[in-house]
Nanobody, 120 residues
Framework: QVQLVESGGGLVQAGGSLRLSCAASGSILRIDDMGWYRRAPGKQRESVASITSGGTTNYAGSVKGRFTISRDVLKNTVYLQMNSLKPEDTAVYYC??????????????WGPGTQVTVSS
């Protein structure tokens, strides 16, 4: 029904930058909140940043001031600009979207994840 496709991950040195993108497609009537999560090796998945349809943002304390989340409502796309990357940012990053389907049902969707590796 809905697919989320992430891109932009990769390998970067500490202090560098990456920009993640996540595009949603399918039977979408409206997307409410969108967000980015990450799971580091041996750790639980954690919320990194989120953004409402109105543009209100929220960040984990560990990334505040370094990461910026934004979205293009018309393109059903969310972005995560990551600056001043640290080795502890190494993780698989997942996109999440709360979607109101054309059927009238609301569902939560996840992307397959994109690897971000920060070398020291």
């Amino acid at each position: 029904q809905v697919q989320l496709v992430e891109s932009g991950g990769g390998l970067v040195q500490a202090g560098g930058s990456l920009r993640l993108s996540c595009a949603a497609s399918g039977s979408i009537l409206r997307i409410d909140d969108m967000g980015w999560y990450r799971r580091a090796p041996g750790k639980q998945r954690e919320s990194v940043a989120s953004i409402t349809s109105g543009g209100t943002t929220n960040y984990a304390g560990s990334v505040k001031g370094r990461f910026t989340i934004s979205r293009d409502v018309l393109k059903n796309t969310v972005y995560l600009q990551m600056n001043s990357l640290k080795p502890e940012d190494t993780a698989v990053y997942y996109c999440n979207a709360q979607v109101l389907l054309t059927t009238g049902r609301s569902m939560d969707y996840w992307g397959p994840g994109t690897q971000v590796t920060v070398s020291s």
